[in-house]
């Protein structure tokens, strides 16, 4: 599978952006959907998981409460909806997936992932 993320930019903080991963094939609905994100200098880190189905989901504690994930299996598409956007959430953000029916925060069980977004908060 591939996937192509977009909707990063630069947003004030408190301000809110809507990211989106397209995914290529017409097995989307099979894998496991995650985003994860990684600031200059800081390893990649989780940020939040979705199952094939859409009814289990998991957060990094750092963004529960402010992000939602959520995906639409007809377009392929899997969101990140970030709202009360902080300095802190700057980094580039990317989707992966995995072949496995359960959500997953652990970077070496996604087989693929896409090419990154940039998200910038201005203080």
């Known amino acids: 599978v591939q996937l192509q993320a977009s909707g990063g930019g630069l947003v004030q903080a408190g301000g809110s952006l809507r990211l989106s991963c397209a995914a290529s094939g017409r097995t989307f609905s099979r894998y496991t959907m995650g985003w994860f994100r990684q600031a200059p200098g800081k390893e990649r880190g989780f940020v939040a998981t979705i199952n094939w189905s859409g009814d289990s989901t998991a957060y990094a504690g750092s963004v529960k409460g402010r992000f939602t994930i959520s995906r639409d299996n007809a377009k392929n598409t899997v969101y990140l909806q970030m709202n009360s956007l902080k300095p802190e959430d700057t980094a580039v953000y990317y989707c992966?997936?995995?072949?496995?029916?359960?959500?997953?925060?652990?970077?070496?069980?996604?087989?693929?992932w896409g090419q990154g977004t940039q998200v910038t908060v201005s203080s």
């Open positions: 992966a997936a995995r072949s496995g029916s359960t959500p997953s925060s652990r970077i070496s069980e996604y087989n693929y």
